[in-house]
């Protein structure tokens, strides 16, 4: 895979990272040894961004980042947020931007992790009850200081990372991106593009789905966060299977898995997009991987986005910005 440089601010990496929610729970049990095993897998291959943002496990990624990475720091671009706490109860998350949650929060992933800065920090998400601009300006201290490299925002309307960006450049938008979900197009990235911004394209595969592994919702283990994605309810995951017969068969004629080919649309999208998918399977990430070399025509492009119009997505998420990744 060739290296390029992830926005105009932004360090240099491979075009498709590995994301860690699969490694931590997200898509059923697995344990730190596979998770480690995975991460170093992909370090061998050339995949060098590693996001450690998953769900509400971040500090279990980060120890997993953190131990799989001991000895290779030099070979990584690592990716992790500040910005959530505990919700009142103990019961999931909520968003907290305040500069001395945020400052705790990154030095508490410093020493998870074991490495003296963080590559690229994204403010997890904003904070209604804080102005961006003041968790922005915390995060510009993080970078003065020497902890932090790059910022990153997720979660962000396109006005929000106008007035962050104004505040500090923003290096990365994370934000959920693929062809069964595409809300970004229509503010965001736009914006991310005024300003040189890269975007991070989170659930690339569509949470498994544009896999074509998954056709009943009885394929997902107990625990599995996709049965709170309405888009994996009985009664809407059939009619988005009929989707995916027309990709099915483009990817057979280019002899290609459909995995890789939701990629390879991706990132045929623009330069500044990098897709993060997460798995555990070695054989996957080395497909994944290989989506970088499939080269799409700009018909094949515009085709594949119409066969999944954003109104036929049965339980798809309302228009507006995607919301915080966690």
Same mark, same amino acid.
């Given at each position: 895979?060739? +290296?390029?440089?992830?926005?105009?601010?932004?360090?240099?990496?491979?075009?498709? !990272?590995? #994301?860690?929610?699969?490694?931590? #729970?997200? /898509?059923?049990?697995?344990?730190?040894?596979?998770?480690?095993?995975?991460?170093?897998? *992909?370090?061998?291959?050339?995949?060098? $961004?590693?996001?450690?943002? *998953? #769900?509400?496990?971040?500090?279990?990624?980060?120890?997993?980042?953190?131990?799989?990475?001991?000895?290779?720091?030099?070979?990584?671009?690592?990716?992790? /947020?500040?910005?959530?706490?505990?919700?009142?109860?103990?019961?999931?998350? &909520?968003?907290?931007?305040?500069?001395?949650?945020?400052?705790? /929060?990154?030095?508490?992933?410093?020493?998870?992790?074991?490495?003296?800065?963080?590559?690229?920090?994204?403010?997890?998400?904003?904070?209604?009850?804080?102005?961006?601009?003041?968790?922005?300006?915390?995060?510009?201290?993080? +970078?003065?200081?020497?902890? +932090?490299?790059?910022?990153?925002?997720?979660?962000?309307?396109?006005?929000?990372?106008?007035?962050?960006?104004?505040?500090?450049?923003?290096?990365? =938008?994370?934000?959920?991106?693929? =062809?069964?979900?595409?809300?970004?197009?229509?503010?965001?990235?736009?914006?991310?593009?005024?300003?040189?911004?890269?975007?991070?394209?989170?659930?690339? $595969?569509?949470?498994?789905?544009?896999? #074509?592994?998954?056709? /009943?919702?009885?394929?997902?283990?107990?625990?599995?966060?996709?049965?709170?994605?309405? &888009?994996?309810?009985?009664?809407?995951?059939?009619?988005?299977?009929?989707? =995916? &017969?027309?990709?099915?068969?483009?990817?057979?004629?280019?002899?290609?898995?459909?995995?890789?080919?939701?990629?390879?649309?991706?990132?045929?999208?623009?330069?500044?997009?990098?897709?993060?998918?997460?798995?555990?399977?070695?054989?996957?990430?080395?497909?994944?991987?290989?989506?970088?070399?499939?080269?799409?025509?700009?018909?094949?492009?515009?085709?594949?986005? *119409?066969?999944?119009?954003?109104?036929?997505?049965?339980?798809?998420?309302?228009?507006?910005?995607?919301?915080?990744? !966690?």
């Amino acid at each position: 895979m060739h +290296v390029r440089k992830l926005g105009d601010a932004g360090p240099a990496s491979k075009p498709i !990272g590995l #994301g860690t929610l699969a490694l931590t #729970g997200g /898509s059923g049990p697995v344990d730190d040894a596979t998770g480690i095993e995975t991460i170093r897998f *992909a370090l061998d291959i050339g995949v060098t $961004l590693i996001d450690a943002v *998953a #769900g509400d496990d971040v500090a279990r990624a980060e120890r997993l980042v953190g131990r799989a990475v001991a000895g290779r720091r030099d070979e990584a671009v690592i990716a992790t /947020s500040g910005g959530f706490r505990p919700a009142h109860g103990g019961l999931g998350t &909520r968003l907290d931007g305040t500069p001395g949650h945020l400052r705790r /929060s990154c030095d508490a992933s410093l020493e998870r992790l074991g490495v003296d800065h963080i590559d690229i920090y994204y403010l997890a998400g904003v904070d209604p009850g804080v102005p961006v601009e003041e968790s922005m300006g915390e995060l510009a201290g993080l +970078v003065a200081s020497g902890k +932090v490299r790059w910022v990153g925002l997720s979660g962000a309307s396109a006005e929000q990372l106008r007035r962050a960006h104004a505040v500090h450049p923003v290096a990365a =938008l994370a934000a959920e991106y693929s =062809l069964w979900e595409r809300r970004v197009e229509a503010e965001c990235l736009p914006a991310a593009r005024e300003r040189g911004i890269a975007v991070f394209a989170c659930r690339p $595969l569509g949470r498994g789905f544009l896999t #074509g592994r998954i056709r /009943s919702a009885a394929q997902l283990a107990a625990g599995d966060a996709r049965h709170g994605d309405p &888009r994996f309810r009985p009664e809407n995951l059939p009619g988005n299977v009929r989707l =995916l &017969r027309a990709a099915e068969e483009m990817a057979a004629h280019r002899d290609v898995g459909l995995a890789r080919l939701a990629l390879a649309w991706l990132l045929c999208r623009g330069d500044d997009i990098t897709p993060v998918p997460s798995t555990r399977d070695r054989l996957h990430l080395e497909m994944n991987a290989a989506a970088a070399e499939i080269r799409l025509t700009a018909a094949e492009c515009d085709h594949l986005a *119409a066969l999944f119009p954003p109104a036929s997505i049965a339980g798809a998420p309302p228009p507006g910005p995607a919301p915080p990744r !966690g």
